[in-house]
Every structure is written in structure tokens, then in C-alpha cells.
């Protein structure tokens, strides 16, 4: 282990790169067995879904660690790599609180045997990396009748979720709301009509909203036993709110009480620099991640309505190469605003604009294109490694 | 154009609206009312019969099981099938493509008949083809070559009754250097991007076959900036 934890820190400290993922991928080669040895030695908690994986890990990181210390990829360095390196970095930690990339999460979990499995939304998300989200459903869903001993802590008002957690022996079902249902018009097991009415849903082939323990309702969660927990989190919106209700339940069946895991949620102003604003000498800039359609939804529900919004677009292969999904974000919304549209791939979203009527004007360099805004607040939302260049960017200015 | 209005149907969306292809039938729409016509985009779902009164029919990609719900619904409703037959306008991309074809093999070995609206069958390749597809466009005027983003496992023959629709220069399409068909106004294409925002001038075909005559120009410099940089072979990008 020291060979892996040293590449980390020479990789940290030479500015070549996040330290998580070189240093896992070293342990890796040096030890194909290092993920089960290190995680079948503490209770593991995995969080995956399409979005939400690292803001609801960091939530169930800060309620736990009111029990012991936690290890985490809290980077959002969610590949195997990453996620060994998290727990090579804290071998002592009773606790591992793990963000996995959907795709992987069949061969972490049967690594780990995670204690608890938190499964919080499956939509469509770079579709020429991770391919068709219903074939990622059925492999968690296989993945999940594998794990006897796991609990799994799902949000049943996700088609897709409820589906693939229906697998495990005694789920722990969350309500959490959904906004995007562009996945799960039709049903994941006969692909019949799936309807909705009340915010319940079912198919006639028997695939039918389950009944949650947890409710969110408005900023309050209520619990099993009927308690009622405000949530008051510094983060905004209802994806957040919902992040929080999930977290609350998966921390709750770890003995955690919900109302200090509340506490705890409110000290989170940032996630990896999402949400933080950042004041310029002529702006104060909010920074947000938006990487796929269901992620837009809430992103736009967010959105300050008077202040002007730049969109930086990237189509590495981090972010999927494929920009067509900008066609399912109903940036319609975005009209009347003042628009501007930055990153390597801001020609494909300025075209999207352009069908959906929204004045904009473009600016190649995302930095540029703040500054060329008048003095104020400035909403900036980027995709994945466009987001990730501008908080370097802006971090270091 | 039967009346005043163009319906513009988008075909099992639940099915086949998975790689943002309904933005084809917003493209359509806008490009026509820019100019002064009356149009609507008429979503026909799973839940009923399809009608054979729209003007144009688009279908979009979707995964390998959804593609075979879709091609039974569409062959149990025969809405499309009349609307073809009298000359209205089908576009069909990646999956659509497959489906309007006589036969499909499924990933489970299993053919599947298609529409047979295009004289082309189907059945998967070794590996997915996943990339930016680039093909010549001899039907387009001005042989503007065509642009796009593929993502497909299935290969494609064309058979007699149809005409490819260009000659890949960069990417796999149909995989034996083709890509897409053309039957009368019946269009495949493996193109998604989506197909009619990338090509402006095969959204125009498509429009002046449905008007009777060509539409006048509609200059949109962001669609320019776009097909410009899309078409420049590909840069080394920085690895993430």
C-alpha cells in the first residue's frame, strides 16, 4: 500500500493530477485483491445513480462521521480506481461512504459487500460511454439480487430505481419526487405504457410504485416513524432536498437519528466547488453542474431569473462525446434571459438556442465571457470538464 | 400539405427518444414556420393507432427491445404504412433506420420484420460504432456532405428497392462504406446529432418534398459555425 499512497501524494503535489485516481490504479496493478481486503473490512455505504452520486455521498460522509472517522472519495473520482484509492488513503476508517459510477457498481459491490447501497436516479447520461440507461437498470437490478446481505436505499418516484431495487430482499424506500420522466415512459420489465396519476405510477404487468418509509415533502422529511425533520440545507433546490432525504434514510439504518444528520447537512455550503459563488472584482459567480437532461431540469428550476446565465459546453470524454442530449433540455426556458454561450463545444448549444429561440451571443473562453458581462451576479453552469477547468480557473484568480 | 397546417409526426417518442432525435422534428418546425408556414409537431405514442394524415413521420433512435415493440405497434397500425404509400414524407435515424427496413436481427439472434419501406436489412456487427459520421450527400444540392454523431451496433444492406443516401467519408453508417436509404420519400439514416440540426439541407429536402416545391433560403449562421467545425477533420483533444 505505501507504493500507491506515495504515486498519490507525488501526483498530488506535482500538480499532475488528481491524486485519487493515479494512486488507485497503481494499488490496482500492484494488488488485484486490494479493493475486497480493504472494504470487506468496514461498513461500506455505495451511492450511485446518474445524478447526485457526490453531493449525497458528501451528506451521508458528514452524518456518519458523527459516528467515526469516514473514508470517501468525496473528489468524485467514482471508477474502481478512485474508489480504492479513497479507502487505501484511510485504512483505519471504520466507515467508507463511495460514489460509484453506475456501470461499475456491479463489480465494487461484489468486491465490497457494502453494508448499505443508495440508489437515487437512473436517466439518460452519455450515451456513447455508458451506453442505454435501461440496460444499466437491468445490471444494477442483477447486481442487486446478488447482495443478500445489503440493504438497498432507493427513491421509489424513480421508475428506473424502483425497478432495480425491487431486486433486494428488504429495501428501504424513499420518496423523493421526480421531475424527469423521460426514461421511464415505458416500463423497464415488459415495456408496456407506465402511468401516472397522484405521483403514483404502475404498469400492468404488476411494476408498481412502492410504498416509502421516507417522505419528502416540501423542506421537511418525514421518517418511518412518523417524525417530521426540517432540512433547512444551505444547498438550493429540490435535488438537493431530495439527496438529503435519501441520505437521511441510508445514515438513519447506520444509527445515525435524523435530526443530527440534519444538523450535520447544514454545514454544506459547496460540493467540489458546486453552488459556490465566487466574487470577481466586477462579478459574483454561481457555479453549477449540469452534465445531462434530467439534470437540466433542475439546474433551470434553480436558475436566478434576473441574472444573466453562461453555459460552458465541453464534449470530452469525461462529459460524452455525443452533445446530441442537448435536444432534451427544454433550454426554451433560458428566453428573455441574458445568454451566453462558452466552451470547446459551444457551437452545438448555440445552435440548440438558436431552434429554441433564445437570443445569446458566444464567447469561446468561459472566463472571457464573464468578464464581458456587466458588473453583478452571473449564473455559470458547465458540464463535467468544463466545470472542473473553471473552478480551477476562477479558484486560482 | 394536405391543408394549411403541417403536421409533423414524432413517433413512439417513449420508444424511440433516446439520443435527442425528436430535436429533428423541432428543427423541421422552426424551418418552416421561420418562413412563414403554419406547422405542428404531433407526438403519436404507444397509446393508440397511428394516423395516416400527417404530412411528415420521424423516428428516432432507441435501444434493442424498444426497436422491436416499436416496429410491432407500427406494423399492427398500419397509419404509417398508408401514409407512405400515399406520399408522405418518413425519416427514420439509427433505429428508425432498422425498423423501416424489411428485417432486423435482434441482439437475441431473433429477426424481426420491419415496415419494408426501405429495401434494407439488418443485423449486428462485431462492435458498436460510436463516433462523429461524416458521408457525402449526392441528393443534397450543392453535395453539402452530411454530418452527425453514430451510435449503433447493427450493420445495414440495401437491397435493389433502395439507394444509399451517401458514401461514408469518416465513421461506419451502414458498414460497407454507405450510409443510410432512400426510397421515394422514405429516408434512413444512422446520422444522429440530431440529423436535421447538423443538415440543414436535408431538412430542406424533406420540407420541399413535403411542400411540392423548394423552400426559399433560411440563413442561420449558428448552423453554419457548427456543420464548419463539425466538418474539420477531428483535433487531438486533451484527454479527461
Known amino acids: 500500500m505505501a507504493a500507491g499512497r506515495l504515486t498519490a501524494w507525488l501526483s498530488r503535489s506535482s500538480g499532475l493530477g488528481r491524486g485519487g485516481m493515479i494512486g488507485g ?7 488485484p485483491l ?15 445513480g446518474t445524478n447526485g452520486k457526490t453531493t ?30 479513497a479507502l487505501t488513503a484511510r485504512p483505519d476508517a471504520p466507515y467508507a461512504v463511495l460514489e460509484v459510477d453506475e456501470t461499475y457498481v456491479p463489480w465494487v459491490a461484489e468486491q465490497v459487500q457494502p453494508a448499505v447501497l443508495v440508489l437515487l436516479n437512473l436517466s439518460r447520461d452519455q450515451l456513447d460511454r455508458v451506453g442505454e440507461v435501461r440496460a444499466t437498470e437491468r445490471e444494477l437490478r442483477a447486481a442487486i439480487a446478488a447482495l443478500p446481505g445489503t440493504v438497498v436505499v432507493a427513491n421509489c418516484d424513480d421508475v428506473l430505481v424502483a425497478s432495480a431495487a425491487s431486486a433486494a430482499a428488504k429495501p428501504v424506500w424513499v420518496s423523493t419526487g421526480r421531475r424527469w420522466t423521460g426514461d421511464s415512459t415505458a416500463c423497464p ?8 396519476r397522484d405521483g403514483h405510477w404502475g404498469c400492468a404487468c404488476g411494476l408498481v410504485r412502492p410504498e416509502p418509509g421516507w417522505t419528502l415533502e416540501g423542506d421537511l422529511v418525514r421518517t418511518p416513524g412518523g417524525r417530521q425533520v426540517d432540512l433547512d440545507l444551505r444547498l438550493p433546490g429540490d435535488a438537493n432536498r431530495a439527496n438529503a432525504a435519501v441520505a437521511l434514510a441510508a445514515a438513519h439504518r447506520l444509527g445515525v437519528p435524523p435530526h443530527t444528520a440534519a444538523a450535520r447537512l447544514r454545514t454544506i455550503s459547496d460540493i467540489g466547488g458546486r453552488y459556490r459563488t465566487i466574487r470577481r472584482s466586477r462579478h459574483s459567480v454561481r457555479l453549477m453542474l449540469a452534465k445531462n437532461p434530467a ?47 462558452t466552451g470547446e463545444r459551444g457551437a452545438d448549444l448555440a445552435v440548440r438556442l ?26 455559470l453552469v458547465a458540464n463535467y470538464t468544463a466545470f472542473r477547468e473553471l473552478t480551477g480557473r476562477l479558484s486560482g484568480a | 400539405m394536405r ?94 433506420l432498422q425498423l423501416l427496413g424489411t428485417r432486423f436481427r435482434g441482439l437475441d439472434g431473433v429477426d424481426h420484420d420491419g415496415l419494408g419501406l426501405l429495401d434494407v436489412t439488418t ?45 461514408v467519408v469518416r465513421g461506419t453508417g451502414n458498414g460497407d462504406g454507405t450510409e443510410g436509404a432512400v426510397t421515394d420519400r422514405v429516408v434512413g439514416t444512422y446520422l444522429h446529432g440530431p440529423a436535421l440540426a447538423r443538415n440543414p439541407a436535408l431538412a430542406d429536402l424533406l420540407l420541399a418534398w413535403t411542400a411540392g416545391h423548394p423552400l426559399g433560403p433560411l440563413s442561420l449562421p449558428e448552423v453554419d459555425r457548427l456543420r464548419q467545425e463539425r466538418l474539420v477533420a477531428p483535433r487531438r483533444r486533451r484527454t479527461s
Open chain 1, 295 to 341: 439534470g437540466w431540469v433542475e439546474t433551470l428550476r434553480v436558475l436566478d431569473e434576473d441574472t444573466p446565465v453562461v453555459v460552458a459546453v465541453n464534449a470530452n470524454e469525461a462529459d460524452g462525446r455525443d452533445l446530441s442530449w442537448l435536444w432534451d433540455v427544454h433550454f426554451e426556458r433560458l428566453r428573455g434571459r441574458q445568454v451566453v454561450v
Open chain 2, 3 to 96: 391543408d394549411s397546417v403541417v403536421h409533423i409526426g414524432l413517433l413512439l417518442p417513449e420508444l424511440l427518444g433516446t439520443y435527442g432525435d425528436t430535436g429533428n422534428a423541432q428543427v423541421l418546425c422552426k424551418r418552416l414556420r421561420w418562413r412563414g408556414f403554419d406547422a405542428e409537431v404531433v407526438p403519436v405514442g404507444l397509446g393508440g393507432p397511428v394516423p395516416s394524415s400527417l404530412d411528415i413521420y420521424l423516428l428516432g433512435g432507441g435501444e434493442d427491445r424498444a426497436q422491436v415493440l416499436a416496429a410491432a405497434h407500427l406494423r399492427k397500425y398500419p397509419g404509417l404504412r398508408r401514409a407512405a404509400a400515399c406520399g408522405a414524407v418518413v425519416f427514420g435515424v439509427c433505429a428508425g
Open chain 1, 354 to 379: 438558436c431552434y429554441a429561440e433564445v437570443a445569446h451571443w458566444t464567447e469561446p473562453d468561459p472566463v472571457a465571457a464573464i468578464d464581458a458581462l456587466p458588473p453583478g451576479g452571473v449564473e
Open chain 2, 123 to 167: 443485423e449486428p456487427g462485431a462492435r458498436r460504432s460510436v463516433a462523429e459520421l461524416v458521408a457525402t450527400s449526392p441528393g443534397l444540392p450543392a453535395e453539402e456532405p452530411l454530418t452527425g454523431f453514430e451510435n449503433h451496433l447493427g450493420l445495414s444492406k440495401l437491397g435493389a428497392g433502395s439507394e444509399p443516401l451517401g458514401q
Open chain 1, 34 to 48: 486490494a479493493l475486497r481486503r480493504l472494504g470487506r473490512e468496514r461498513t461500506v455505504v455505495l451511492v450511485t
Open chain 1, 56 to 85: 449525497t455521498s458528501l451528506m451521508l460522509t458528514r452524518a456518519l462521521e458523527a459516528l467515526a472517522e469516514v473514508a470517501a472519495n468525496s473528489d468524485g473520482s467514482n471508477m474502481p480506481d478512485g474508489v480504492l484509492a
Open chain 1, 189 to 196: 420489465r415488459c415495456e408496456g405504457r407506465v402511468e401516472t
Open chain 1, 25 to 31: 490504479r497503481v494499488t490496482l496493478a500492484l494488488d
